[in-house]
């Protein structure tokens, strides 16, 4: 179906389509909604083939984080719509300062790159196909209602129209379902439809069934097309294992796939940079105070078993100090920090055995790499902690015996209480582990303003330690700023 080469060499020679369009495109992509019903057939770089699975993972994770937090309709497709402006925009065939077909074959490409990423499960099947049928179904209801209607003409759905005579033989029934407050019925129109295609209306008993069909009003044709395409979908899904039986020697797509369907544990993990930092703005003395304030669950557990313990393992230091770096310890503070921190042993020693790993952690020794922090998902899925480990992420590798304790002696200070555990511990078991974590900044944060629903702005999940700290810092500069305005 695909065929790449190098990620970042053209593989295919593509006419230059204008950066606009006046609403006139390729009959290839007609509509805004897409079935998703033919794969792509043409040629793309491995960089575009993870890409645009990467921007469509966003928008999908942050779908599934929505369900673990209970969102309301309205509030998730608000958040889903913030989203796909955002890293997936798919504009209507109004527009005319944008790309039309470069969005829609972007969309395409994304949507069949996480078909192959998620079908090797029935767990990963069935998330899929819940995230991808809300975000069809946010699009439905956002859609322009010309170009919607058009569509659905182009589906040919297998429904058949009721004419005047049969609507005015089943009037009463159709008049007692509608109600009072309906659209007269010579105004609605209605379609037979076979009641398997809409089992959520035959339930909620919103349509006539007679004959094994049901009689649907034209206001609720939604609930058809998109059982139509969660349908759809699940079969597509169902066969698509076959297709990547045939990748497993490919060295260049299987990692990609492997990482992409790691996207539902924490989101999509990204290198955090932290604006603000110049490598001089935190110092050793400072970490102390920061960690108590500012960290999240897991640097808040390396950083306390290292007060504790003077010492922490390899993969404890690798996974603290470098989101210290990234957080603005420069590579003079961190040696002074780690060599305070490591007490118990002589400067000899430390020098020796630990001075050259921190060095190389900030690109001076070794190969001279620039080493990122570690993302939430990384910390989850690489470098499982064993016994004696401090480092992982203490909402997946705790014991629920031991992280409702740990939750409450950490954050108690900030406003977490008993009460609260119930909602963190429901989606630590979900598996959603960095909701729980993005609940716990909203707790313990709800003194600076942050409400339920917001996330570390925006309405975004944490995916990042470094993300965590930064918003939180942010927040608290930013009140203090508001303190000392109002003082003067």
Not at 195 to 212: E, I, M, Q, S
Not at 423 to 430: D, F, G, H, L, Y
Request: proline residues 4%.
């Amino acid at each position: 179906m695909y065929r790449n080469r190098e990620r970042n060499q053209p593989v295919a020679k593509r006419s230059k389509a204008p950066k606009a369009t006046t609403g006139t495109i390729e009959p290839e992509y007609p509509f805004r909604l897409n079935f998703y019903d033919k794969p792509p057939l043409y040629e793309v770089t491995l960089e575009e083939f993870e890409t645009c699975a990467l921007d469509r993972l966003r928008v999908l994770a942050e779908i599934e984080s929505s369900f673990a937090r209970n969102r309301s309709w309205d509030e998730l497709k608000s958040v889903t719509d913030t989203q796909c402006k955002k890293y997936l925009p798919l504009n209507s065939n109004t527009a005319i300062t944008v790309h039309l077909e470069d969005q829609r074959r972007n969309d395409h490409l994304g949507h069949f790159v996480l078909r192959l990423a998620f079908c090797r499960s029935e767990e990963l099947r069935r998330r899929f196909v819940k995230a991808e049928t809300t975000l069809f179904k946010v699009r439905y209801e956002m859609d322009d209602k010309t170009e919607l209607a058009a569509f659905l003409e182009s589906q040919r759905f297998e429904w058949d129209k009721v004419e005047k005579l049969e609507r005015d033989q089943f009037a009463k029934e159709l008049k007692a379902l509608e109600g009072k407050q309906s659209d007269s019925q010579d105004q609605l129109e209605y379609y037979k439809v076979p009641w398997t295609r809409v089992p959520d209306l035959v339930a909620k008993r919103r349509v006539f069934l007679h004959g094994g069909y049901v009689y649907l009003p034209s206001k609720e044709l939604s609930s058809f097309v998109i059982n139509e395409f969660e349908r759809k979908l699940e079969m597509a899904l169902e066969v698509m294992p076959k297709c990547f039986s045939r990748m497993d020697e490919d060295t260049r797509l299987v990692p990609i796939l492997n990482n992409l369907s790691q996207g539902f544990l924490a989101g999509v993990p990204s290198e955090w940079v932290n604006p603000s930092a110049t490598g001089d703005e935190i110092r050793a003395d400072m970490i102390d105070d920061l960690a108590r304030k500012h960290f999240p669950m897991c640097m808040r557990n390396l950083h306390e078993c290292l007060v504790r313990d003077r010492h922490l393992r390899h993969f404890g230091r690798l996974q603290y100090g470098l989101f210290l770096k990234v957080l603005g310890l420069s590579i003079d503070e961190a040696i002074a920090f780690w060599r305070k921190s490591f007490s118990n042993i002589t400067d000899d020693k430390f020098n020796k055995e630990y001075k050259y790993n921190i060095r190389h952690s900030f690109g001076l020794e070794g190969k001279r790499a620039n080493y990122p922090a570690k993302s939430c998902q990384q910390i989850l899925t690489a470098d499982k902690p064993g016994v004696g480990d401090c480092h992982g992420c203490p909402y997946r590798h705790f014991s629920p015996e031991n992280l409702q304790p740990a939750l409450l002696a950490t954050y108690s200070s900030q406003g977490l209480t008993t009460n609260d555990l119930h909602e963190v511990m429901r989606t630590v078991k979900e598996g959603h582990y960095h909701v729980a974590c993005t609940r716990v900044f909203e707790i313990t944060h709800a003194s600076r303003g942050v409400k339920k629903g917001e996330g570390v702005g925006g309405g975004d999940s944490v995916i990042h330690p470094n993300q965590y700290a930064a918003r939180s810092i942010e927040l608290e500069t930013s009140r203090g700023e508001d303190v000392m305005a109002v003082e003067s």
